[in-house]
T-cell receptor
Framework: DSGVTQTPKHLITATGQRVTLRCSPR?????VYWYQQSLDQGLQFLIQ???????AKGNILERFSAQQFPDLHSELNLSSLELGDSALYFC????????????FGSGTRLTVV | AQKITQTQPGMFVQEKEAVTLDCTYD???????LFWYKQPSSGEMIFLIY??????QNATEGRYSLNFQKARKSANLVISASQLGDSAMYFC???????????????FGKGTLLTVNP
């Protein structure tokens, strides 16, 4: 157990639907990062939150949004889902110095059918 | 823009031998961090080793060492005494810092699939 909890582990949904992925960071970590891993794009950075505030945006589609709540858990909302959104979605957390690396959750595997 | 290149899509090694996984990076920043992660078939991302750009010595963590050649912008991972459980995808990643100083994203390479043969 890495200390970063992601739910659900698997999700199968239809095109056009909306889903919410949840992440609880490791205790003490203020930063949360979301990544998408697909066969063709590899690991792509989506968005970073730090202590409730958005800090950086990567290749995140407008159909996707995220937020970090006061208790530091984060949610990634994916809407109007397309087949191409099928991927493994990772959440990671870190302390500020991060010399110890970023701790990843086990991921949510999203399948859009 | 930051960039990480892993030129070996796949590598094979015999059990108990050493193997080097290549990683080159491109950055104009003076301060950066380099990471290696392991992703077994089960999918989780496991942190292996970290090298800071100002670290003068190569990082080591058990059987993992990082061969850091700053002038050549390379950060190769060396796994000594390979084990069957080392079979996995390995990713090199680089951290860039944002202007606010808080932690920032990792940029990943495409990965190298390592297979350890008995």
């Amino acid at each position: 157990d890495s200390g970063v909890t992601q739910t659900p582990k698997h999700l199968i949904t239809a095109t056009g639907q909306r889903v919410t992925l949840r992440c609880s960071p490791r205790s003490g970590d203020l930063s949360v990062y979301w990544y998408q891993q697909s066969l063709d794009q590899g690991l792509q950075f989506l968005i970073q939150y730090y202590n409730g505030e958005e800090r950086a945006k990567g290749n995140i589609l407008e159909r996707f949004s995220a937020q970090q709540f006061p208790d530091l858990h984060s949610e990634l909302n994916l809407s109007s889902l397309e087949l191409g959104d099928s991927a493994l979605y990772f959440c990671a957390s870190s302390v500020e110095s991060a010399d110890y690396g970023y701790t990843f959750g086990s991921g949510t595997r999203l399948t859009v059918v | 823009a930051q960039k990480i290149t892993q030129t070996q899509p796949g590598m094979f090694v015999q059990e108990k031998e050493a193997v080097t996984l290549d990683c080159t990076y491109d950055t104009s920043d003076q301060s950066y961090g380099l990471f290696w992660y392991k992703q077994p078939s089960s999918g989780e991302m496991i942190f292996l080793i970290y090298q800071g750009s100002y670290d003068e010595q190569n990082a080591t963590e058990g059987r993992y060492s990082l061969n850091f050649q700053k002038a050549r912008k390379s950060a190769n991972l060396v796994i000594s005494a390979s084990q069957l459980g080392d079979s996995a995808m390995y990713f090199c990643a680089m951290r860039e810092f944002n202007s606010g100083g808080s932690n920032y994203k990792l940029t990943f390479g495409k990965g190298t699939l390592l297979t350890v043969n008995p």
